[in-house]
């Protein structure tokens, strides 16, 4: 398995893009201006891509983008596997964050 993790270049990924450095190292994680989605996380099986494509929005951008349609044009994008161009090749899941940003590590450890 050929595991390969992208961040978006926006401000607001740049503490998760750290948290996932340090989990999996520079030589997975990648920054870059992603076209569709904040994190995209690869890996191949065989011939085939495996995609979980996240999108991460605040509660106040969620609603500006389902009244403007953006939402809805990222979910069809990612239906038909506009991602690498070989939409034959590639399985996408598409996962929508709402609210604060992802927990970074375990917060179950945490001082109260």
Avoid: W
């Amino acid at each position: 398995m050929n595991l390969r993790v992208r961040v978006d270049v926006h401000q607001a990924e740049t503490l998760f893009y750290r948290a996932l450095v340090d989990e999996f190292g520079p030589q997975v994680v990648q920054r870059e201006r992603l076209l569709l989605g904040d994190v995209q996380i690869s890996a191949m099986f065989g011939d085939r891509c495996k995609t979980i494509l996240v999108e991460i929005k605040k509660k106040l951008d969620l609603t500006a983008s389902i009244a403007d349609g953006r939402l809805l044009n990222q979910c069809q994008r990612a239906v038909t596997g506009q991602l690498s161009g070989r939409s034959d090749r590639e399985d996408i899941t598409f996962v929508l964050m709402i609210g604060a940003s992802p927990p970074l590590h375990d917060q179950s450890s945490r001082p109260v």
